[in-house]
């Protein structure tokens, strides 16, 4: 098993993190309001929300746990 330093681990922890915030970004301002269709878990509570008034965030919060 390879040895981690914690600095490389923090530097990975960032770049999922901040890649994550991208994509919450781009869906928020983007996707949502264009009304485009993802795919996934996403795709899936955007086609909801627009026959049902559901947060598209609590929905994926809810299906991925």
Do not use: Q
């Amino acid at each position: 098993m390879k040895n981690l330093k914690l600095s490389d681990v923090l530097k990975t922890a960032f770049i999922v993190l901040f890649g994550n915030a991208l994509y919450a970004f781009a869906v928020t301002f983007f996707v949502v309001p264009s009304e485009l269709i993802l795919g996934g878990f996403t795709g899936l509570s955007i086609t909801i929300n627009h026959f049902i008034e559901i947060n598209v965030s609590y929905f994926v919060f809810f299906f991925t746990r």
